[in-house]
């Protein structure tokens, strides 16, 4: 069965480090979309792409933050100089189109220290 | 804003029996997605069950049912002939009709199976 895949599944940064986080989508999936959750509390929307531009972001999704789809595969996110409030599990998701479910990849755990 | 709430922060049941968890969103739109999601300890998100507003028959499927009450804004996932395998956190979500497509997630219920 298709499934979204992250990597890598820990990363441990150094506060003010630059981080990427890697996603593959299903393939023949349009919408991708990044989300975090701080441990212990709820996933929380961060940002949706769509033919190859933001189509929405939450609050969150400040000028720290970028995304790219760099080939046809991978779908990307950049935080450009990590914050110790920035560790959280971030997970990546994509869906078929606007009306069909998301499927969620196994997330990326990310600690900045 | 779309909010959604769930009221009960942990939950637990004897193994084989039937649990209940609770959702209440609140919203203005009348088309819309209700979702409940599984998140085990390997925290990967899973799909559990889905809900269109505009359908009126309760989704299914198989262990897994909703109670879908519109009118009262409310979305209640029913697990039947509970399995340790059940156990998780569990997350009711809403996603608007209208084109945005972000999921907007409950604070979540963990659910024990007691053996």
């Known amino acids: 069965e298709p499934e979204v895949t992250q990597t890598p599944s820990h990363q441990v940064t150094q506060m003010g480090q630059e981080v990427i986080l890697r996603c593959v989508p299903i393939?023949?999936?349009?919408?991708f979309y990044w989300y975090r959750q701080i441990l212990g509390q709820k996933v929380e929307f961060l940002v949706s792409?769509?033919?190859?531009?933001?189509?929405?972001k939450s609050e969150i999704f400040d000028d720290q933050f970028s995304v790219e789809r760099p080939d046809g595969s991978n779908f990307t996110l950049k935080i450009r100089s990590t914050k110790l409030e920035d560790s959280a599990m971030y997970f990546c998701?994509?869906?078929?189109?606007?009306?069909?479910?998301?499927?969620f990849g196994q997330g990326t755990r990310l600690t900045v220290v | 804003a779309q909010t959604v709430t769930q009221s009960q922060p942990e939950m637990s049941v004897q193994e084989a029996e039937t649990v209940t968890l609770s959702c209440t969103y609140d919203?203005?739109?009348?088309?819309?997605?209700l979702f409940w999601y599984k998140q085990p300890p390997s925290r990967q998100m899973i799909l559990v069950i889905r809900?269109?507003?505009?359908?009126?028959q309760n989704a299914t499927e198989n262990r897994f049912s909703v109670n879908f009450q519109k009118a009262a804004k409310s979305f209640s996932l029913k697990i039947s002939d509970s399995q340790l395998g059940d156990a998780a956190m569990y997350f009711c979500?809403?996603?608007?009709?209208?084109?945005?497509?972000?999921?907007?997630f409950g604070q979540g219920t963990r659910l024990t199976i007691n053996p």
């Open positions: 979500a809403y996603r608007s009709g209208r084109g945005a497509q972000k999921l907007v």
């Open positions: 393939s023949n999936h349009l919408y």
């Open positions: 792409f769509y033919n190859n531009e933001i189509s929405e």
């Open positions: 998701a994509s869906s078929e189109n606007s009306n069909t479910e998301a499927f």
């Open positions: 919203t203005s739109e009348s088309d819309y997605y």
């Open positions: 809900q269109e507003a505009y359908k009126q």
